[in-house]
């Protein structure tokens, strides 16, 4: 992805993939004329609400259990400064700043549609807070849906708190002044439209859908390679087979293995030498195609919130014509099911690979030495990395549990119903990286059980993703530090481009 790049909005719907491309990738993000005109007649609402005197939630009132209380002139501006300041209280670690920036990134496109009432200059501080590098530091927890993460990003407009600025953390002060940029003045409805929405979960989970998708890629192949090392039959990949049951994702799946593993002699010569093989080898098609389509439900589902207008309330028509309507688009009901499924998915994964690496190392049903090292003893070789995704294997079950089925009261009874939709998108990102560990320590095994297979030529693809790895990882003699060898393997399955230069068949 050039830096260069831009992603514009304008009238069409934008994807999960814009959104990392801005957040991860630096593609620069503008607005068209149309969208600033769209901005502009939301905020003339706004205006002729507070002109009338007109009673409008978060527009002439206070907020949450507050609503009821009216507001005027001077007010409104202090109530958005300080819905922000009193909004900002969240805790633990900052998130990464690509995940900021994705949040930020989903942000502008809700603010895009023209429903907020936001002021033009609050969205443009905003883009130059993205497009020049300047990544508030957002503490990770606090969120029942919406709102902390938000105003953490919000007072950064105002010069408060830290960013993440040309390497190094400093005052939002100090960063926005060494891009010549002022603090932002706030007018009516500002502050509520800063922290109301989906974009915390919007954001994060258009991430999560990026790695989802590189790691269901990463696991045919691996678990390929696995199925190769364990000498399975063939048989069960069968295209008609297969098409016997028609999930799409399994369809893919069993595709993918059949090129991957196309002119293997190791599959060749093992064709018979058992009926079946057990559930874990035979049912790759299955499982992972059943994780192919939950990410394309998940898709689908944060893919429409990313092209909602979820803030409350909503301007419809023009200032001579209007509506303000309360209601309860920023509740994440549908991208925090979707987080939930996703993760549960992929999970799943790595559940399998697990199950996979497992028979590896093990010589009572994989035919190999023991530990997939040629001095079982004296050496324990790969024993232990299995202790290490059965770990994460029992955090992923655990991560496994739906966040939306939590539920608290806030706001003094006002909001008593809620998504969790930011924990749930924030777990999914905690199993995919778990996820990728495992996949990576089995890609170690399998690549390992290669070296004693390698008088036999290995599949098209399998082949390649072997060599790929010893290209960083030597094979395995003796005892040694392991730790490293996992991290490097784990480098490859996050490479956003080794993927589509090596194995481009692998869909």
């Given at each position: 992805m050039s830096l260069a790049e831009k992603i514009v909005i304008a009238d069409a719907p934008l994807g999960w993939q814009d959104v990392a491309a801005v957040a991860r990738h630096g593609a620069q993000?503008?607005?068209?004329?149309?969208?600033?005109?769209?901005?502009?007649?939301?905020?003339?609402?706004?205006?002729?609400?507070?002109?009338?005197?007109?009673?409008?939630?978060?527009?002439?009132?206070?907020?949450?259990?507050?609503?009821?209380?009216?507001?005027?002139?001077?007010?409104?501006?202090?109530?958005?400064?300080?819905?922000?300041?009193?909004?900002?209280?969240?805790?633990?670690?900052?998130?990464?700043?690509?995940?900021?920036?994705?949040?930020?990134?989903?942000?502008?496109?809700?603010?895009?549609?023209?429903?907020?009432?936001?002021?033009?200059?609050?969205?443009?501080?905003?883009?130059?807070?993205?497009?020049?590098?300047?990544?508030?530091?957002?503490?990770?927890?606090?969120?029942?849906?919406?709102?902390?993460?938000?105003?953490?990003?919000?007072?950064?407009?105002?010069?408060?708190?830290?960013?993440?600025?040309?390497?190094?953390?400093?005052?939002?002060?100090?960063?926005?002044?060494?891009?010549?940029?002022?603090?932002?003045?706030?007018?009516?409805?500002?502050?509520?439209?800063?922290?109301?929405?989906?974009?915390?979960?919007?954001?994060?989970?258009?991430?999560?859908?990026?790695?989802?998708?590189?790691?269901?890629?990463?696991?045919?192949?691996?678990?390929?390679?696995?199925?190769?090392?364990?000498?399975?039959?063939?048989?069960?990949?069968?295209?008609?087979?297969?098409?016997?049951?028609?999930?799409?994702?399994?369809?893919?799946v069993g595709r993918n293995l059949r090129v991957l593993l196309e002119g293997s002699e190791v599959i060749a010569s093992s064709q018979g030498i058992r009926t079946q093989d057990a559930l874990s080898i035979r049912s790759i098609p299955q499982v992972h195609g059943a994780a192919r389509d939950q990410l394309a439900h998940a898709a689908k589902q944060l893919e429409t919130e990313l092209n909602a207008a979820t803030d409350n309330p909503l301007l419809l028509g023009?200032?001579?014509?209007?509506?303000?309507?309360?209601?309860?688009?920023?509740?994440?009901?549908?991208?925090?099911?979707?987080?939930?499924?996703?993760?549960?998915?992929?999970?799943?994964?790595?559940?399998?690979?697990?199950r996979r690496l497992d028979r590896l190392i093990n010589p009572h049903v994989s035919g190999l030495p023991a530990f997939l090292v040629a001095e079982p003893g004296v050496n324990s070789g790969m024993m232990i990395v299995q202790y290490v995704a059965a770990s994460?294997?029992?955090?992923?079950?655990?991560?496994?549990?739906p966040a939306v089925l939590d539920n608290y009261v806030t706001s003094g009874l006002q909001e008593d119903h809620l998504s969790l939709g930011t924990n749930a998108a924030l777990k999914l990102h905690q199993v995919l990286e778990n996820c990728t560990q495992i996949l990576a320590i089995e890609y170690l095994l399998a690549a390992q059980a290669f070296e004693f297979l390698k008088q036999q030529r290995f599949g098209t693809g399998t082949g390649i993703a072997w060599c790929l790895l010893r290209e960083r990882v030597p094979a395995y003699d003796q005892d040694r530090w392991l730790a490293p060898d996992i991290s490097s393997a784990a480098s490859l399955l996050k490479d956003p481009q080794l993927l589509n230069k090596r194995f481009s068949k692998v869909q």
């Open positions: 993000l503008e607005l068209t004329d149309s969208a600033w005109a769209r901005i502009d007649n939301a905020q003339a609402i706004v205006r002729r609400v507070v002109d009338s005197g007109e009673r409008a939630y978060g527009i002439s009132t206070g907020l949450g259990a507050l609503c009821n209380v009216m507001l005027t002139g001077e007010q409104l501006s202090q109530l958005s400064r300080n819905t922000l300041l009193s909004h900002a209280c969240g805790v633990g670690p900052a998130l990464a700043d690509e995940q900021t920036r994705a949040i930020l990134c989903a942000a502008i496109i809700n603010y895009s549609h023209g429903k907020s009432g936001i002021h033009r200059q609050v969205v443009e501080a905003l883009l130059a807070l993205l497009n020049r590098g300047i990544t508030p530091q957002v503490p990770s927890q606090g969120s029942v849906g919406y709102l902390t993460h938000m105003a953490h990003i919000g007072v950064a407009l105002l010069g408060i708190g830290l960013v993440s600025y040309r390497g190094r953390v400093v005052s939002a002060e100090v960063a926005m002044a060494e891009e010549g940029l002022q603090p932002v003045q706030l007018g009516a409805k500002d502050g509520l439209c800063l922290v109301n929405g989906t974009p915390c979960m919007t954001g994060l989970g258009c991430l999560a859908l990026a790695d989802a998708s590189r790691l269901l890629q990463w696991a045919d192949v691996i678990g390929a390679m696995s199925f190769e090392a364990l000498r399975g039959q063939i048989a069960a990949f069968d295209p008609e087979i297969i098409a016997l049951k028609a999930h799409p994702g399994m369809q893919v023009t200032p001579e014509q209007y509506r303000v309507v309360s209601q309860a688009n920023p509740h994440g009901q549908s991208v925090a099911l979707a987080a939930d499924l996703l993760a549960i998915a992929m999970a799943e994964i790595g559940s399998i690979a697990e994460l294997c029992a955090q992923n079950r655990q991560l496994g549990q």
